[in-house]
């Protein structure tokens, strides 16, 4: 099913739905843990500390340092845990909070939560362990609650322009689970396959929310900011990259699959549409918001991200450095700010950074640039890119889970549920 874009839709903002009559009221969450309330709240937590933890203990790892990790080689336990750990955590707590907004009906909270919260816990656990198949089948199982988790609400609501969530969150599931049985069988094909298809997927969740948001988060803060939407850039902007996941599978499934060239242009298409698509939200005009600019910069990563891979194809740049545009850049950079904006409005505070969120911005940049740029400017110097990028990140999500334990772990200020 096509995406649809609402041209005013605040995704998961405070006071939004998306998808509902104006004058309709959301549902309150089950009464207990303030924790369990809405899906935010431990997926928030969760992603956070593991992301402040997970990276420096794969460059241990990486270093020497430690052993390795359960029966993964550390490479494809790291980029599993990020793409379907981390990132699909986020995924999960964003998805849960919005489509509550989006269709007036209750998402999973109190115990079925923590059920869901128990599934994405087992997998990690399962996958430092010689188990990967019973990791495997946490990571499906964890996809399948949040499938059904949304799928609910908006079946019941008839919320048709967003059924197509359900398919990118089955989607991820999958991929998770085929990376790990191709890495626990010593496939050369299924695992790169999968951690391919499954940053293709996180990028084109994170382009579809971005559009929704950005340019409406832009001209409500921003007086005559002049943010604008073209319907026809908006579909050829996820059109293309839908066409890029496309490419990217029949390039791996089939012998006689699009060439690497195919890939290439395609990506540096990409990377045009996008950025045209950014320079209509007017970012320039959010420079004295963080809470806003950290989302405009870090969608900037998308494109460098598709630049360098659609360069790398021509040999003009290592492939490694596009990938880490797009998973440190655009969606630890996205991520962390839509994780501090939606925390903050759902739990009735203002929407503005602090300084903990704004140094959490500043380090996540400087952990992109580091990690990206670096080695191009000293080739001898990866290993010291790695290790401070590595640092720079994790401080980055440290400083979010500290500031923000108090904030998901406790009511509402306003006193309103959630």
Known sequence: MKPSFPASHDAAGPGAAASAPASATAPA??????????????????????????????????????????????????????????????????????????????????????????????????????????????????????AIGIARPMIASANQRNYFFIGLVALLGLAGATLLIGAGRGSSALAPLASTLGLDLVGLIIAIIAGRVVPMFTNNAVLG????RVEALERSALGVLIALFAV????????AGPSALVTGV?????????????????????????????LHVSYAWLVIHLALRGAAVFDLFPANL???????????????????????????????AGRAELAAYLLIQLAALVRIFLPLVLPGAYGTSLTVSALLWSSAFALFTVRFWPILSRPRVDGRPG
């Open 29 to 146: 969450p089950a009464a207990g843990w303030p924790l369990l309330a809405l899906g935010f709240r431990p997926f928030y937590l969760l992603a956070g500390a593991y992301a402040a933890l997970a990276v420096p203990l794969w460059v241990a790892v990486h270093g020497g340092a430690l052993p390795a990790l359960g029966a993964l080689p550390g490479s494809v336990w790291h980029a599993h845990e990020m793409i379907f750990g981390y990132a699909f955590a986020v995924i999960a707590g964003f998805l849960f909070t919005a489509v509550r907004n989006w269709t007036n009906r209750p998402t999973p909270s109190g115990g079925a939560l923590a059920l869901v919260c128990a599934l994405w816990l087992a997998a990690r656990v399962c996958v430092l362990t010689p188990w990967i198949e019973l990791a495997a089948a946490f990571d499906l199982l964890f996809a399948l609650a949040v």
């Open 225 to 228: 900011a002049g943010a604008t």
């Open 248 to 255: 990217d599978a029949l390039a791996t499934l089939l012998p």
């Open 266 to 294: 395609l990506a540096l298409l990409a990377a045009g549409v996008h950025a045209l698509r950014l320079a209509r939200w007017r970012p320039l005009r959010t420079r004295a918001l963080p809470i806003l600019w950290i």
């Open 322 to 352: 596009a990938t880490h545009a797009l998973t440190i850049g655009a969606i630890g950079g996205m991520t962390l700010g839509m994780m501090t904006r939606t925390a903050r409005g759902h739990s009735g505070r203002p929407l503005f």
